[in-house]
């Protein structure tokens, strides 16, 4: 509270903090000790090993670090929320802790080196990695969770694949002007909406179309290569993208895949064009049927009605039906032409799933909107290493790229086994600020070296379990 007396403000006293004197001559201390947990999380689950026969004929030799290692701590610095590859000083100055960590310029070197060969090699040794954790997570949890929608759970696995700009602030081979009217790069990502997990990307320029049926049909298939072969065989699949995946070459790529024995399907968003448009105009008001929410109950204000045979879809695989949902535009929200005409806000998708088997059109709309998620993956994404470009040289952004999917692992896998409760759900920058980014101290006794947390840290608890959970899990053979 403030007085005013004579044209002079006085403050009341609230109390006051502890004074303090800062010096830099501490020992014993760590930062981001909780950051740990990635690293050991990285070769209990194999992906350390396997990054480092992928890498193996950059070191001929045999001498200096690992690559595989190089590779590994790559992705934890960014999964810890490292943005440039100076970060990785976070590490390497806590050797006691991380143990030795590659300078920068090792770092940068390795980078350098991965051709798309290699690149490959990458990608093929996350895929071994998650077919261990896959099988970790059915021994030691319930294995992979359903994605839900309109209170019931979707059958299988859940692909969701989107576009996303990223900005350059200086020039960068390939970046190029974007749709938006910024400047950068423009790549093509997929996510497993069951768990979080980073899939496949690729990095495209900025001027790549969205729509781009080549770039979306070599996505998916990285995508499916990431998928264990128990599960990709016998699996339901859903394949969920909006507008820009509606190509009829990318459909017609995924029903050539379900008739080589992939039980595939997909859910795409669709322009609402003029036929659309008249499709929508000439619809009876009895069957127009209340939209759900994903909890199941019903949605205010929003109605969702088949168009299917109303519009045609010459060229899309055999069984495509179109779906439509009208909903009141929330304030803000923008309209075309004709949703300010008809007062109300229409959104259209397609889909091969059928009718029978609970393929109403009141589910999959429901089950198609929860492809909103994916934006959320993506925002996650950006904060975990691909929100920024390191290099001028696009084939090192490229492999970048694949760390920060191997990153956006780490911590979906860390989720998944080893966290608990509203843990077990958390975006990074909670998981960073909760236990990745604690301070502990280095104690020696008993011929051991503890990791100290302090005992009133508010998620010792959690954090101690999660190193507990750790320790326990079965050890891939070799």
Known sequence: MSVQAEGT?????????PKLHFSVDGSGVVGHAGARLLTDLADATGLTSAYSTALRPLRPRGTGHDPGRIATDLAVMLADGGETITDLAVLRDQSEVFGPVASTPTAWRLLAAVDEHVLGRLRSARAQTREVVWQQASETRSGIPA????????????????????????EKDQAAPTYKGGFGFHPLVCFLANTGEGMSGRLRPGNAGANTAADHIAVLDDALAQIPDAHRHGTDILVRTDSAGSAKAFLAHIRVLRERG????????YAVTEPVRRAI?????????????QDGSLRAGAEVAELTGMVDLTGYPAGTRTIVRRERPHPGAQLSLFDRDEGLRHQVFLTDTP????????????RHRGHATVEDHIRCGKNTGFGRFPSRRFPVNAVWLELSLAAIDLLAWTRSLLLDGELATAEPKKLRYRLLHVAARLTRGGRRLRLRISATWPWRNELAEAFNRLAALPRPAG
């Open 9 to 17: 403000f006085y403050v009341q006293g609230i109390g006051s903090r």
């Open 147 to 170: 994605v839900k929608a309109g209170g019931r759970e979707v059958p299988g696995l859940v692909l969701d694949i989107d576009a996303t700009l990223v900005t350059c602030h200086s």
């Open 262 to 269: 992939l039980n595939m399907r997909f859910s795409v968003g």
């Open 281 to 293: 105009r000439s619809l009876p008001e009895h069957l127009w049927h209340p939209a759900l929410d």
């Open 355 to 366: 009718y029978s088997g609970g393929g109403s059109a009141q589910f999959l709309e429901v």
